[in-house]
């Protein structure tokens, strides 16, 4: 064996596998920042949704086919909804689950005002 290859089979037997990047999409005034945030290696990234905002938000995926990258594939949208109190820091961390296929998953990002919801923005999850 190559002795890269051996010092990656040991760190990884160790627990000292490559950290995934942090994808922290910030929601402010109903508007995600980054607006398509691009998870790059599925088995280590990991996707986290805060609220900057004074409104409560509710994040819905769109998609019918595929719904959320974080849910085992025909999981019922209701399950597939995110929420986030207002100043909510981080939520997550959200892994893409196991059986998500590689694709675009739209969101919509949704105000809750007295109980009743309307759409304020939108954006995606980029599952390579």
Same mark, same amino acid.
């Given at each position: ?15 000292? %596998? ?15 920042? *980054? ?36 849910? %085992? ?28 296929? *590689?694709?675009?998953? *739209? ?22």
């Amino acid at each position: 064996m190559k002795p890269f290859l051996i010092a990656v089979a040991l760190f990884a037997t160790l627990g000292f %596998a490559p950290e995934g990047l942090k994808i922290v999409v910030g929601i402010k005034d109903g508007k995600p920042n *980054p607006q398509n945030a691009d998870v790059q290696s599925r088995k280590v990234d990991t996707v986290y949704f805060q609220n900057s905002g004074s409104e409560a938000y509710e994040i819905r995926f769109t998609d019918k086919t595929n719904g959320s990258p974080f849910q %085992a594939p025909g999981t019922p949208a209701d399950k597939s909804k995110i929420s986030l109190r207002a100043f909510q820091p981080p939520s997550g961390p959200f892994k893409v689950h196991d059986l998500a296929t *590689p694709g675009k998953y *739209p969101y919509d990002v949704m105000v809750v005002r007295g109980g009743k919801t309307s759409r304020a923005g939108g954006g995606s999850v980029v599952v390579e």
